[in-house]
């Protein structure tokens, strides 16, 4: 962790850069993510946008290994998190995923209650004692903004959350094991614009302790809602900048192309 | 605005100005026309000539639909119409006088000191002098052959779904799902003679068990008859847990074993239950198999080596030499009855075990 | 219902941030006015040449503020009373900086009066400075407190302005046809006044930008402000 | 904040170890036990299987000569049960898919009904066919026809393939009911707003994208009437026969049938091993046939549907 | 017709106004929609917004009768197509539908090819002559600026394009009836923003011929793409008016709040 | 890949839209500073008085074009050189208009003048004006082409204006020090020469809009302009 000292973090939180190496990823031999590189500044919104199929959700869950879930994905390129690379041989993939959280598209609530779906990712990691579940449970769901709204029904069925309050519980459950890193594949695309527009809030909150990794395809959301924003295209990372420069000044006409809606 | 047409009208005070929303919209102009009598004009005009015309009378459609209707009530028909014929011949014993001078329900059920024995017992002996209907040792055969088929069939069924169902690759279960389906192609009368002329002997040499056909040997072969029911249905049930789920429960860094275990498995817990209590009715009354495997040898034991006659063998086995309509004809039906209760019974407290865990899950709420 | 903040907080504290630089700035160029008054009333070099370099906050600030608008626009893609509002700073600061200019040209012509006597004593000339930063100050009263009224009052005081300034050049008149020694000094003052004249108009366009905002109603050139009664008479 | 380490810990990984080897041995027990059944069936059926055996009649108290007329009776009975099942089974499944209110009165009867009938034992629909079939239908037929005369009231062809397609009913109703539920809702919903009438979106839309699902039923139906035995004990099934039923309200033989009288009821055993391997042989591979093709078909339905969700 | 000639449009083509008086609907006794009342101009574009389960999906179902595939919904007031009334007692719902055509969220093709897609609506209106069927499907495709990518495919199954593609054959699929309005349910929610686009110039060009109705989360969208905007709330019509207005000016505070993203 | 055009027709159409009637208003401003130099040269009170009225159209404009910004801004969201044209046009719109006010100015006063002898032959204000309209011409050019380049060049022309206003009011001081019956001619011709100052100013800062809209780089206050090297001669 030498690193988080070098750039005048405080010692017991780590920065949470991810840096990514000429990372390719291929599905059975097709490659669908040129070599990309970048550096993901820590504690900041990070928003990925691009047309269809130009490989954010594919690079997005190159980050913490999600991409092995896919039978015949084949990654190259080394990513590190801080200064530890996360494709190590010695470096296992659960434990990857448990400083590199994830949130998905549509809101997947565990049928449990509320408070075992926060408490799940706790549990699998060995805490079994009632009173630090609790409180890590309330803290979790604090800092999802959740716990007003279901601080009485704990043990209710998760399902019975409305849908922007299940997204909410996902997003409450990925923190509750305290990762330094949370991913999120177009986390507000199925939700109305006052459920976004929380979301949204929260991903900001969010920043002030996480890194956040967000894939959209609203381009208005990655402006809203990210500190800096990457533009892919086939496969490729064609920019990469502050959110302000890329929607009001890009360097390429490519991107320029794109977030002003020329299509072609 | 055409106040008049709409009940309740007054309530209409919203300003005109913000249901028009622009002085150019071009807003029906002649508003008396379409007076008189609002919900009584015209069915609706057909705007270009080349318009399609309108649909013939469907007189075709109302009849094949009246048809359907009709014949979706076949299924409530033959249930009714099984527990009424079945019934009906069973019901003598109950009200019949001739027939309660050889049997009645209570010398059924209950223990009864028969001539020529030293204590009182539960015999089934319905061709002999003097006829004995004690059902006991029937229900302890069938429970026992059931217990046994079950203890085997469910948890090798099950590890057998989770194994194709989340370890397997696509080629491993390309072979594995085909052959179980294979299995439960099998008729049963086949695996009933694999029982009877290879099994038990196999069983016989290994187990040394007394009698070559027995509890054991039709226990067994009846799994094989409840194993692919029940992974079948496992296999779907787990295969429709969400992938969602899964994904949920690898990104908070679980193993795939603790996925398993912790998120698959329960959310799949409603289709397992139905996967067993389907088993469990199967195994139940399933005839052909027990028939040819059990020994039909209706003794009240608790020994799972012994011989065992079970209630559908025992149907199948006397039915074709009994008198008809008389004690002997009655008491099968009456088993019959009685069998088609059991199941029914296990039926309804399947769905209803289910349909509890679901709504505990919230799938159906 | 609906709360009147933002749901999003960091939205709301991005138009709250614009709001309160706006309003900074406003009262920067107000003190220019009232210093740059007070360098011609006291002769004093210090205060005018003080004034010329406090411009270039205010040149810095609106570029700031452009740059927020900009960026908010980008954003945020605001409709409806924020679209108004930020469209209207947009606006607002070009005007701003304009009195801000007009602030320091006449600290500029102070200085060169300063370097010959006084040609008279002054009295409407500070009239009118006082009467002009007072509709700053009240427009930007107006725009806190999204007061269209006050804002159309406001639009009326130019009149007055209007009025003070053609009294002014043509007395300065007089003194440059009564001796050709008071031309130089006469012009300079002409100058003057006529730099206070255009922050009024100046002005009288930030009240018009808030009635816009408030009511969503454009109200430019409906009166004929920008060839006042009274200019026949001078400019 | 306590941090997780990148590095491997290898508690999770021996759980997956056990947990993998539990259940793939598990597989492989039942598959070995299915290999041991088919082989032990093809060593000893296949010497036995010849041409005459297809196409002759048993003889010899049935230790020897074919069993052609077991073929034929299984054949006849399964086609007659499927005429029987497949129309009332498919209208069924259309009527409470398509047609009725999902929680009214009448739907829940109709599926409790076929959830039941699924679960009945197969020796009670025995029962049900002698009771209802043979002898309320078939004896109120003698009376009305033939005067008394026993015709159509003793176990016969047509009782036997009616009581069949009872007990194969819930087969076809609940797989025509899943192909039915695979036809996306939303397809509906496109051609009733195209002006379509409710009759013209089943025939046109639905129902062609549910007929695979419908055959599916249909074989899986056919392969377990093939199979089952205790239904015909009573109402059809005969012991020895050598002759063809040419009547619908002849007996007949059937293989599984045959089977058991020639596993349990042989006066030598011996002698008939080699004829009731070979005759199992010939169920197994008849089943097995359809099964195939079933699951043919039912691979090609999930292939279909696939890639109109793609 | 007689409206049709008063208002100047030309004899054969109605004008497709949709007057919509004092409509309720109710779902098994609960009413979600208040009384609304308000005049959908022809040949406009109209614009539903308004947070989730306001009624607008609701509504729109309520313009073509798409309401009566629910069991228990039952509806109150009138809507007159034009000057006929479309619940009428003797008026017919499938008439109806064949004059009010509707697009939906997912786009849901048939499992046929793209021709017989197109073909279907005129089959089961009793059309059979190949020629013209094949004119009216060409046509309709070149309405849905999809003939020029399909013409060479007519035949090939319509599941293998894209999801925009799709979409769009669902809109040439209602149009090949020649409805004179069309309602879209969310049409482009499940898009990117460049198959987005494409569905949004439609609705435009569409809006030449026909009258459009689209419910949309998405308010960018809204404003986009409509000349009018209705804004619901919790079943009740809160503001109607020009898109422009709506956006820039609305009279209503509970607009001005939900479209400057106030959701409190 | 990505055509130029945007995917939505009605976008680009707006867009265009907006373009042009900017251009129209620029060539009509042109031809305001045209015809009030006309009217000055020929003492022509016709040209003069129909000027003034050809303003009015100009203010019709500046509301429409801000209105049209308004809407653009709200259904459209744009971003990037979108974003920056549209927040151009909505700061340009103000300059043009205040050019063609000024043109105005010049007319009223030429109506004055014209009440009058000519004082002295023109020859510096035509050449003012000429370079003025030049400059207007070059900034709607590069506004079109998007030429960077030449607004910079326009902005180095502002210096020649500047010269050439010192150059005359010095001219006119010394007029009005010979003469008393001079001076309220003199004082006439120092606002026309004044107005056609500003108008290079404003001009300038339609130059560093442009640049600003295909650079993204904000030029204004970075040069002296707003007090030029020649203006301690004049004002
Ligand atoms: N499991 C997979 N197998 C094969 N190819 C895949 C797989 N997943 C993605 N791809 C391909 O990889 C490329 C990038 O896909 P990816 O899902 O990352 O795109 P995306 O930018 O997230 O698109 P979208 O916005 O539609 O989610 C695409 O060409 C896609 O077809
Ligand atoms: N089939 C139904 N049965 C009962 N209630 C319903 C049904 N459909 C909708 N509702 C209720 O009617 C109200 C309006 O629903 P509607 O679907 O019209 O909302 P919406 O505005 O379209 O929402 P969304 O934006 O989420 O699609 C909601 O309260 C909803 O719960
Ligand atoms: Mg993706
Ligand atoms: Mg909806
Ligand atoms: O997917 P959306 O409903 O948020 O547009």
Redesign the interface.
């Known amino acids: 962790m030498s690193t988080s000292i070098a750039t005048a973090q405080p010692l017991d939180t780590p920065a949470g850069n991810l840096t990514v190496s000429d990372l390719s990823v291929f599905y059975g031999g097709k490659k669908a993510l040129g070599p990309v590189s970048m550096n993901i500044p820590g504690k900041q919104v990070t928003a990925l946008i691009g047309p269809s199929g130009c490989g954010k959700s594919t690079f997005l869950r190159s980050l913490n290994r999600m991409n092995e879930l896919i039978p015949g994905c084949r990654v190259e390129g080394v990513v590190k998190l801080d200064d530890e690379p996360i494709y190590g041989s010695s470096v296992d993939a659960v434990a990857v995923r448990r400083r590199i959280g994830m949130v998905f598209q549509k809101s997947n609530p565990f049928p449990k209650s509320i408070f075992e779906n926060v408490a799940y990712g706790l549990r699998i990691g060995g805490l079994r004692e009632r009173s630090e579940l609790g409180g890590r449970v309330e803290s979790a769901l604090r800092h999802a903004a959740l716990w007003e709204e279901v601080k009485e029904r704990l043990h209710e069925s998760a399902l019975g959350l409305s849908g922007g309050q299940q997204q909410r519980l996902c997003i409450a459950r990925a923190l509750a094991v305290e990762p330094d890193v949370i991913l999120m594949d177009e986390p507000a695309s199925a939700l109305d614009p ?1 459920a976004t ?2 979301i ?2 929260l991903i ?1 909150e969010l920043a002030r302790e996480y890194t956040v990794v967000i894939v959209t395809h609203n381009m ?1 959301q990655a ?2 809602v990210s500190h800096h924003t990457a533009f892919f295209y086939m496969g490729d990372l064609v920019e990469f900048d502050r ?2 420069v890329i ?2 000044k890009p360097s390429q006409s490519k991107t320029e192309d794109y977030v002003t809606g020329r299509f072609g | 605005m055409d106040g008049n047409e709409i009940q309740g009208a007054p309530g209409l005070s919203t300003p005109a100005s913000r249901l028009v929303p622009e002085p150019a919209a071009p807003v029906a102009a002649p508003r008396n026309v379409a007076q008189s009598s609002p919900e009584a004009t015209a069915p609706i005009h057909r705007r270009r000539t080349a318009r399609p015309k309108s649909r013939p009378v469907p007189l075709l459609e109302r009849v094949l639909e009246r048809l359907i209707h009709i014949l979706a009530y076949t299924a409530v028909a033959a249930m009714i119409l099984i527990f009424v014929f079945v019934a009906k011949e069973a019901l003598p014993l109950l009200t019949s006088p001739e027939i309660h001078e050889e049997v009645t329900l209570a010398k059924m059920w209950f223990i009864q000191h028969w001539p020529g024995y030293d204590a009182p017992e539960h015999v089934w002996q319905p061709v002999s002098e003097i006829p004995k209907y004690g059902v006991w040792p029937l229900l302890v055969g069938t429970l026992k052959v059931t217990i046994i088929a079950m203890l085997v069939a469910v948890p090798l069924s099950v590890a057998a779904a989770v194994f194709v169902s989340q370890y397997a690759g696509q080629r491993t279960r390309e072979i594995v799902k085909p052959a179980i389906e294979f299995l439960a192609g099998i008729p049963s009368v086949v695996l009933g003679f694999f029982a009877l002329i290879v099994m038990a002997s196999w069983f016989q040499e290994v187990f040394g068990f007394d009698s070559r056909l027995n509890a054991v040997v039709a226990g067994v072969a009846l799994s094989f008859a409840v194993i692919p029911i029940v992974f079948t249905v496992c296999e779907e049930a787990l295969g429709a847990v969400p992938p969602s789920y899964v994904e949920a429960s690898v990104a908070l860094g679980a193993a795939r074993w603790q996925t398993i275990t912790k998120v698959v498995l329960p959310a799949a817990a409603p289709g397992i239950a139905a996967s067993v209590a389907l088993g469990l009715g199967r195994a139940f009354g399933e005839t052909m198999i027990v028939l040819m495997a059990s020994g039909n040898a209706a003794i009240l034991s608790a020994n799972p080596a012994e011989s065992v006659r079970t209630l559908s063998a025992t149907i199948a086995a006397e039915l074709a030499e009994v008198v008809f309509g008389g004690p002997h004809y009655t008491v099968l039906f009456a088993l019959a009855v009685l069998l088609f209760l059991i199941t029914f019974g296990i039926n309804f407290a399947g769905d209803y075990t289910i349909m509890r865990m679901k709504r505990r899950m919230g799938v159906a709420a | ?11 709301e504290h991005e138009l709250r941030q614009l709001r309160e630089q706006l309003l900074v700035m406003g009262s920067r160029v107000e003190s220019i006015i009232g210093e740059s008054i007070k360098a011609l009333m006291e002769r004093d070099t210090v205060v005018a040449e003080r004034t ?1 370099a406090a411009d ?1 906050v205010v ?2 600030m ?2 700031e503020l ?2 927020l ?3 908010i ?12 509002f930020i ?1 209207l700073v ?2 607002v600061v ?1 005007d701003l900086e304009r009195i801000a ?1 007009l602030g ?2 006449i600290c ?2 102070v200085l ?1 009066l300063n370097a010959e006597p006084q040609l008279k004593p002054y009295v409407d000339l500070p009239h009118m400075g006082r009467e002009v930063q007072s509709m700053l100050r009240e427009v930007l009263d107006a725009f806190v407190a999204k007061d269209a009224e006050r804002a159309r009052k406001i639009i009326e005081k130019d009149v007055v302005v209007d009025a003070l300034y053609g009294q002014v050049f043509r007395e300065l ?1 007089t003194f ?3 001796d ?2 008071n ?2 000094r006469a ?1 300079r003052l ?2 003057i006044a ?1 730099y206070l004249e255009r922050m009024a108009d100046h002005t009288t366009n930030l009240a018009e930008m808030v009635i816009f905002m408030v009511d ?1 109603q ?1 109200v ?2 409906l009166s004929s402000r ?2 006042p009664a009274g ?2 008479d001078g ?1 | 904040m306590s941090r997780y380490s990148l590095r491997a810990s290898r508690r999770p990984r021996l759980g997956d170890a056990v947990l993998w080897l539990a259940t793939g041995c598990a597989t492989l027990l039942v598959l070995v036990v299915l290999a041991i059944i088919v082989i032990d069936v093809l060593r000893h059926g296949t010497p036995r299987l010849t041409l005459g055996f297809l196409t002759q009649s048993p003889t010899d108290g049935m230790t020897a000569g074919g069993i052609f007329p077991a073929i034929f009776g299984t054949v006849a009975l399964v086609l007659l049960m499927t005429v029987a099942a497949l129309p009332v089974g498919v209208a069924t499944a259309i009527y409470l898919h398509e047609y009725a209110n999902p929680t009214g009165l009448p739907t829940r009867l109709v599926r409790i009904a076929v959830n039941n009938l699924a679960g009945v034992p197969s020796i009670v629909f025995g029962l049900f066919g002698l009771g209802f079939f043979v002898q309320f239908a078939g004896g109120g037929i003698d009376k009305l026809f033939f005067g008394g005369d026993k015709v159509y009231g003793q176990p016969a062809l047509v009782w036997a393939a009616l009581t069949m397609a009872v007990l194969t009913l819930p087969v076809v109703i609940v797989a025509t009911e899943e192909a039915l539920a695979a036809v996306s809702p939303d397809v509906r919903l496109a051609s009733a707003a195209l002006g379509a009438t409710k009759f013209q979106t089943i025939t046109r839309v639905v129902l062609p994208q549910a007929v695979p699902g419908m055959l599916t039923g249909a074989i899986l139906a056919v392969s377990r009437g093939a199979g089952e035995v205790a239904p015909l004990l009573f109402t059809g099934a005969a012991y020895y026969l050598p002759a063809l039923p040419h009547t619908l309200h002849d007996q007949f033989m059937q293989l599984g049938y045959h089977v058991y009288v020639l596993a349990t009821q042989s006066p030598d055993v011996d002698a008939t091993r080699p004829l009731l391997y070979a005759t199992v042989l010939v169920l197994l591979a008849l089943t097995f046939a359809l099964n195939a093709s079933a699951v043919w078909v039912r691979s090609r339905m999930r292939k279909r549907i696939a890639s109109s969700h793609a």
């Open positions: 006052i527009a929380h949204e809030e900001h208005q402006a809203r959110t302000q929607f009001t | 219902m609906f709360g009147r903040e933002h749901t999003d907080r960091e939205y010329i270039k040149d810095r609106e570029v452009d740059g608008c900009l960026q626009l980008a954003r945020r893609q605001p409709v409806a009373s924020d679209l108004r469209t947009l606006k070009t200019d320091v040209n500029e012509r060169e008149l440059m046809m009564e050709a020694h031309v130089y012009t002409q100058s006529k969503g454009d430019r050139h920008e060839t200019s026949n400019n």
